[in-house]
């Protein structure tokens, strides 16, 4: 079921991807990417984010009949471009938003090409989900805010509606 994809960095060196896992969440965010490897240390490649490069037009067009759906996998690769990893991605799109990510996303060149590389931002462990800050603009963070997991030192005016394994805790503001 796993699969290693080789990557060419600019420098030369070849990295492989962790693996990579999938698990839906039933009332968070719909799907979520977990690390299927035992770990990956600070700076470690986890997956390059894949899928079809279009236009920011096209982004724009697309974008628009995303949120409807309230779904959308468009990662902005430079001033003209995007990738839509909606159809053509792979599992790393997954990977959901947090204000406290342990993930973090690199545009490099790579032979020419800008290429989107998921590296970890810390230790993470096998089963450990991926999350990377999505740089959501105002609107867009108060869409997602009541989605995102926190721990147990935050739940301060939450009411605990899951808790999970890995330490997370679902919630949802409460009505006081």
Same mark, same amino acid.
């Given at each position: 079921?796993?699969k290693?994809?080789?990557i060419a ?6 990295l492989?991807e962790?693996?990579?896992?999938? =698990?839906?969440l &039933?009332l968070?965010a ?6 299927? %490897?035992? =770990? ?7 997956? #390059?984010? @894949?899928?079809?490069?279009? @236009?920011? !037009? #096209?982004?724009?067009? /697309? ?9 959308s996998?468009?990662f902005?690769l430079? !001033?003209e471009?995007? =990738? ?6 792979n599992?790393? /799109?997954?990977a959901?938003?947090? %204000? ?15 290429? &989107? ?11 450990? #989900? ?6 959501y603009?105002?609107?867009q ?6 989605n995102? /997991? =926190?721990?147990? %030192? #935050?739940q ?5 509606l ?7 805790i679902?919630? /949802?503001p409460?009505?006081?």
């Amino acid at each position: 079921l796993y699969k290693q994809i080789l990557i060419a960095e600019s420098d030369g060196k070849i990295l492989f991807e962790k693996k990579i896992f999938i =698990v839906y969440l &039933i009332l968070i965010a719909g799907y979520g990417a977990f690390l299927g %490897s035992p =770990v990956a240390y600070p700076g470690d490649l986890i997956a #390059e984010y @894949t899928g079809e490069i279009i @236009t920011e !037009e #096209e982004a724009d067009r /697309r974008g628009r009949l995303y949120d409807k759906q309230a779904c959308s996998y468009l990662f902005n690769l430079d !001033e003209e471009r995007c =990738v839509d990893a909606r159809q053509f991605g792979n599992k790393i /799109r997954f990977a959901n938003h947090s %204000s406290k990510p342990n993930c973090v996303p690199k545009i490099k060149l790579v032979n020419g090409d800008y290429r &989107i590389g998921i590296y970890a931002k810390q230790a993470i462990f096998q089963g450990d #989900e991926l999350f990377f800050e999505y740089m959501y603009d105002a609107h867009q963070r108060q869409q997602f805010v009541n989605n995102e /997991r =926190v721990d147990d %030192s #935050e739940q301060d005016g939450l009411i605990i509606l899951k808790r999970f394994p890995d330490n997370y805790i679902l919630v /949802r503001p409460s009505s006081d």
